[in-house]
C-alpha cells in the first residue's frame, strides 16, 4: 500500500461543500471515492461561481475545489432500478457521506438502517446544518446563516459598523473536518470490533465547537465581548492585537509583543503611557490609533523587518493573488494544477496533510457529470447492456468529454 486509505470505498452522495470536501480529503489519501450526483444536472456546486465567470468557460471553480480525486456516477435516485443497483454497490462498501436535508436521502431509501441492512460494517456518515431534530431542523443550513446564530459574525468587524462575516466558508469547512475526524474514528474502531455506525455532523455544532475559548470567557467570566471601533483583531484582545497600516499601503497584522518592545521599535517613546494590560485594554482603540499613525510611518518591509529582528509576532496582510507567491507557500508547494478535461490547467491548492510513508497526491481532476459511469457499473458485474438501458431510460447520464 503506498495511500494511508487505499481499499477503503466512499459512497459519496453528498453536494456543495461541507460532504465534498470532507470526502475529497479521503481521497486524497487514497480512497476509492464514487460521487453519486443527480442525473443531468450532477452537484448543485456545478453551476455556482465567483466573479460571475467560468474556468476554462464552463466550469465552476466552487467545484472544481473540492472535487477532485473522485468518480462520478450520475443516477436517478427516485429510481427503483438504481435503489437496486446502489444496494449492491454498498455491499462493499465501506462508507456513505451524505449532507441533504434530514430525512430527504432516508425517504428514498437511502438512510443508515437501509444501508445497514445490507451491509452490517458500513459507516454512514450524515452532514447538517442543525442536526437531525429539534426546532432548526427544517431551516436551511447555509454557511453565513451558521456564522451569525453561532456567534462568529457579531465578534468580528468594527463596533461602529455591521457585523462581518469570514471572507470564506468557515462553517463547512470545519464541518468537513468533523466530518473526517469521525469517519476515520469510525474505521479504526470496526478495524477493532468488525461494527459499522451512524456518525451525525452538523455545521452549528462544528462552529459552536471551534468558538469553545470564547464561550468558556464568555459563560465563566460575566463579560460579552464588544467590538471595538478600530483594527483590533478580536473583541476580547487589548492593543495592540491587531491590523496596521504602513507607509506605502500595505498592512502588517500584530499579535503578541511586550508592549514597551513595541513602541521602543517603532521609536516612540510618547506610548509608554500606555504599558499596562488593563490600560491596553480599557484604552485599546486609542492605543490602536497611535499605534497606527507611528507604523505608517515605516514601509511594509522595512516594519516587517524591524518587528521580526525583535521577535514581534508579525506578518504581512496578503491577498489571495501574492499569497500563493508568498516564498513559505512556494516552498512548501502549496500551490499546484492539475488538467481538466474543460478547464483546461486548474490551479489548485495541493493536500494540506504531509506523511512519510503514504503521501497524499492529486490522481484525478475533479470528474464530469457521470463521467466514470459506465466504468464503475462494469466494476459492479453489469453488463454492456444493461448499462446501455439505464443511459437510455434516463436513470444514468454520463458526460464524457
Known amino acids: 500500500?503506498?495511500?494511508?486509505?487505499?481499499?477503503?470505498?466512499i459512497l459519496d452522495f453528498s453536494h456543495l461543500l461541507q460532504g465534498p470536501f470532507a470526502t475529497q480529503l479521503l481521497g486524497d489519501m487514497g480512497a476509492d471515492?464514487?460521487?453519486?450526483?443527480?442525473?443531468?444536472?450532477?452537484?448543485?456546486?456545478?453551476?455556482?461561481?465567483?466573479?460571475?465567470?467560468?474556468?476554462?468557460?464552463?466550469e465552476s471553480p466552487n467545484f472544481l475545489a473540492w472535487n477532485r480525486n473522485k468518480r462520478s456516477i450520475a443516477l436517478n435516485l427516485k429510481s427503483r432500478k438504481v435503489h437496486a443497483i446502489i444496494m449492491e454497490m454498498a455491499k462493499s462498501a465501506d462508507v456513505v457521506v451524505q449532507n441533504f436535508r434530514p430525512g430527504v436521502l432516508a425517504k428514498l431509501g437511502y438512510g443508515y438502517e437501509d444501508f445497514k441492512a445490507v451491509n452490517p460494517r458500513i459507516i454512514y456518515c450524515s452532514g447538517s446544518g442543525y442536526g437531525e431534530e429539534g426546532p432548526y431542523v427544517e431551516r436551511p443550513g447555509q454557511d453565513m446563516l451558521i456564522q451569525g446564530l453561532a456567534g462568529l459574525i457579531a465578534n468580528t468587524g468594527r463596533g461602529d459598523q455591521a457585523p462581518v462575516p469570514a471572507g470564506a466558508g468557515l462553517a463547512d469547512q470545519i464541518g468537513a473536518m468533523n466530518m473526517v475526524y469521525g469517519i476515520l474514528s469510525a474505521l479504526y474502531y470496526r478495524e477493532k470490533t468488525g461494527k459499522g455506525q451512524k456518525i451525525e455532523v452538523n455545521l452549528l455544532a462544528g462552529l459552536l465547537a471551534h468558538l469553545n475559548q470564547e464561550y468558556v470567557a464568555v459563560l465563566n467570566l460575566g463579560e460579552d465581548f464588544v467590538r471595538p471601533n478600530s483594527g483590533i483583531g478580536h473583541p476580547g484582545m487589548q492593543a495592540p492585537f491587531g491590523i496596521y497600516e504602513t507607509k506605502d499601503g500595505g498592512y502588517v497584522s500584530i499579535a503578541m509583543s511586550p508592549f514597551k518592545t513595541l513602541y521602543e521599535v517603532l521609536e516612540a517613546p510618547q506610548l509608554a503611557v500606555y504599558d499596562d494590560l488593563k490600560t491596553?485594554?480599557?484604552?485599546?482603540?486609542?492605543?490602536?490609533?497611535?499605534?497606527?499613525?507611528?507604523t505608517k510611518k515605516f514601509g511594509t518591509e522595512d516594519l516587517l523587518a524591524r518587528l521580526l529582528k525583535a521577535d514581534i509576532w508579525c506578518a504581512e496582510v496578503k491577498d489571495i493573488r501574492r499569497a500563493a507567491e508568498d516564498p513559505q507557500v512556494t516552498h512548501m508547494g502549496m500551490i499546484t494544477s492539475y488538467d481538466h478535461p474543460r478547464g483546461g490547467k486548474v490551479r489548485v491548492v495541493a493536500p494540506a496533510v504531509k506523511m512519510s510513508e503514504t503521501p497524499a497526491t492529486i490522481?484525478?481532476?475533479?470528474p464530469l457529470v457521470g463521467q466514470h459511469g459506465r466504468e464503475i457499473l462494469a466494476e459492479f458485474g453489469l453488463s454492456k447492456d444493461e448499462i446501455a438501458a439505464l443511459e437510455a431510460s434516463g436513470d444514468m447520464t454520463v458526460d464524457a468529454a
Open 33 to 58: 471515492v464514487i460521487k453519486i450526483e443527480r442525473a443531468g444536472a450532477g452537484d448543485m456546486f456545478r453551476g455556482m461561481t465567483f466573479f460571475a465567470k467560468w474556468v476554462g468557460g464552463s
Open 363 to 366: 490522481e484525478r481532476p475533479a
Open 1 to 9: 500500500m503506498n495511500k494511508a486509505l487505499e481499499g477503503v470505498r
Open 280 to 294: 491596553l485594554f480599557d484604552k485599546r482603540d486609542e492605543v490602536f490609533e497611535k499605534v497606527n499613525a507611528e
